[in-house]
Nanobody, 117 residues
Framework: QVQVVESGGGLVQAGGSLRLSCAFS????????ISWHRQAPGTLREFVAG???????NYADYVKGRFTIARDDAKNMVYQQMNSLKPEDTAVYYC???????????WGEGTLVTVSS
């Protein structure tokens, strides 16, 4: 089992910045990709960004150049720096931690980001 807790969401004006944090704990061996996803009301959850232990990152086209994902395995943390936020970035942001040991991805409860125009 892996426990995941997101934090850092809030209300920000368009053009502003937020930094989300994802803290993970539990059975932390054989971790794979750690990723951020988001879900706006009435929509499906969508991939935002992901990072593997070697540092390779992957971003959805709609956040490239604006969001940056970083991983600190020593602290069991993943961060997502979000700049130039747009109203369409408003969503609940979730962190997912994939474990090769169990073959499962573990989700947190999410953190709400609201971007006002």
């Amino acid at each position: 089992q892996v426990q995941v807790v997101e934090s850092g969401g809030g209300l920000v004006q368009a053009g502003g910045s937020l930094r989300l944090s994802c803290a993970f704990s539990g059975r932390l061996f054989s971790l794979g990709m750690i990723s951020w996803h988001r879900q706006a009301p009435g929509t499906l959850r969508e991939f935002v960004a992901g990072i593997i232990s070697g540092g390779t990152t992957n971003y959805a086209d709609y956040v490239k150049g604006r969001f940056t994902i970083a991983r600190d395995d020593a602290k069991n943390m993943v961060y997502q720096q979000m700049n130039s936020l747009k109203p369409e970035d408003t969503a609940v942001y979730y962190c997912n931690v994939h474990s090769y040991a169990t073959g499962q991805g573990y989700w947190g409860e999410g953190t709400l980001v609201t971007v006002s125009s």
